[in-house]
């Protein structure tokens, strides 16, 4: 019984760290892709500053 529930017990927390990870994963894809965005966004807005001079 107990060999079980510890199987169990590492396979749920393994689950879970999977999960954490994916989870980070997708939140730092988010806030590079976020930040590129406005990098971009910066860029495009100075390059019209200086058409406009």
């Known amino acids: 019984m107990d060999a079980s529930s510890d199987g169990m017990k590492y396979y749920f927390?393994?689950?879970l760290d999977r999960r954490r990870a994916a989870i980070l994963d997708s939140y730092e894809y988010m806030f590079v892709?976020?930040?590129s965005l406005i990098l971009r966004l910066?860029?495009?807005?100075?390059r019209n500053?200086?058409?406009g001079l």
Not at 42 to 46: H, Q, Y
């Open 33 to 35: 892709s976020a930040k």
């Open 13 to 15: 927390q393994n689950l």
């Open 42 to 46: 910066l860029a495009r807005c100075n």
């Open 49 to 51: 500053e200086n058409v």
